[in-house]
């Protein structure tokens, strides 16, 4: 598992180099460089004793716009304090639901300016979303981070704006892959199909 993983991540990251040097020989760059706050909830196929309450959390990091006119492509690459706050609704109030997650998110993305002008950009955007787990902080649920699959993958949709050299941007990313692998569930079970969204807003510069 932990093989397949590392050859998934490889093949990721090479493959974003690739198209990040060939679009970049024929394109304008952009960096943005943003952070925010984001509130994520846990959700699952399986009707499992839990009670699912949003958290909120913080993230930074940085991702690039090439292209030329309305589309663009962008990768990038930012870390994300979230996670999920969960109680058994057979023994609420009994111990600590707070799970705090630490992760490095690589999306890769496609996007279109609906209003495209020298000073101002109204935009959508689109990508699939790779999620590395780094670590998970102590907790009483007993989570840890070797419960999690190392890669997890999201689908992620937002719309931003661009004013001079400021964005706001505001985006949903949906899990589309299990975030927990076949082994320990810690003191409570959170059933088959878990997964984590996540809806983020974000402000930054661009140059």
């Known amino acids: 598992m932990l093989r397949r993983n590392k050859n998934t991540i490889q093949f990721i990251m090479t493959s974003l180099c690739i198209v990040f040097i060939y679009i970049s020989v024929f394109s304008q760059l952009h960096i943005n460089f943003k952070g925010g706050v984001n509130y994520s909830k846990y959700s699952t196929e399986e009707d499992v004793d839990l009670k699912s309450l949003s958290k909120s959390g913080f993230h930074a990091g940085l991702d690039f716009r090439l292209g030329k006119g309305a589309f ?32 490095l998110k690589i ?36 989570v840890t981070k070797e419960m999690y699959n190392n890669l997890n993958m999201g689908a992620n949709v937002g719309a931003g704006i661009d004013l001079f050299i400021l964005t706001i941007e505001a985006n949903y990313e949906i899990g589309v892959s299990d975030l927990f692998n076949n082994g320990d569930n810690g003191i409570i079970s959170f059933g088959t199909g878990a997964k984590n969204n996540v809806f983020s807003i974000s402000a930054g510069i661009r140059i």
């Open 107 to 142: 999306p890769l993305g496609l996007g279109y300016d609906l209003v495209h002008e020298n000073n101002f950009r109204f935009r959508v955007y689109g990508s699939a979303v790779a999620n590395l787990i780094l670590n998970v902080d102590e907790n009483d649920l007993g």
């Open 72 to 103: 663009y492509f962008q990768p990038g690459a930012f870390y994300y304090k979230s996670g999920f706050l969960l109680e058994p609704t057979s023994l609420p109030g009994a111990f600590d639901n707070d799970v705090n997650i630490n992760s």
